[in-house]
């Protein structure tokens, strides 16, 4: 029996996703300025932190939209594959204005985010408005940001060929593994939030 003092499931699973988000964020702070010589157990610490998020954040999806979370795991990999067979064909060059457009694009949505979790976790604060709402808005946000971690696919596949070509030490391939990941993570973040909007408008 809960005594009402104990977190329910859905509060447990909560806890569970603001833990996880906020550790893997300092964690993948702390490797990405710290870039440590030897940044395994760093990267398997992310990796259980995004799991923990990841896991939390697909439960309290599928209580929303039962059989969202497998939509969003084939379309993150639809996606992953087909940038991937993008880029071997040569249609998207990642040059120097490349690099600086999408990166600055990840740093402007970066700082939204940022922005929009603080105020969440302030009792009373006021919202970021309309990118999370199942409005035009919100969908058309949504989908802008899907375009910049797809594209941004192309920047860890140039990192890793060049890294290849270049002779880069084998300690390199824990940086490419994390680039993906963190791409892989945040696009399929993305596209549940955008089924999720879908969904609130049927």
């Not at 395994?40 to 990796?47: H, P």
């Not at 999370?132 to 920047?155: E, N, P, Q, Y």
Request: no cysteine; proline share 4%; aromatic share 14%.
């Amino acid at each position: 029996m809960n005594s009402g003092l104990e977190p329910t499931a859905g509060g447990w699973t909560m806890i569970f996703l603001v833990v996880g988000g906020v550790a893997s964020l300092i964690v993948a702070l702390i490797i990405w300025f710290k870039s440590p010589e030897n940044p395994q157990m760093l990267m398997f610490t992310y990796a259980a932190f995004e799991g923990v998020l990841l896991g939390s954040f697909s439960a309290i999806a599928e209580l929303m939209v039962p059989g969202v979370a497998i939509q969003a795991v084939g379309l993150t990999f639809g996606i992953f594959l087909t940038m991937l067979g993008i880029y071997r064909m040569g249609l998207i060059h990642p040059s120097k204005n490349f690099y600086i457009a999408i990166s600055s694009a990840m740093g402007a949505i970066f700082l939204i985010y940022f922005v929009s979790f603080a105020l969440w976790m302030v009792p009373g604060a006021p919202q970021v408005p309309f990118i999370h709402g199942s409005g035009w808005i919100g969908i058309g946000f949504s989908l802008l940001v899907i375009m910049i971690a797809a594209l941004s696919f192309v920047m860890d596949f140039d990192f890793i060929e060049k890294g290849v070509e270049n002779g880069a030490p084998k300690k390199m391939e824990w940086w490419a593994a994390f680039g993906l990941l963190v791409t892989l993570v945040w696009l399929y973040v993305e596209i549940i939030r955008l089924l999720l909007k879908l969904a609130a408008r049927k």
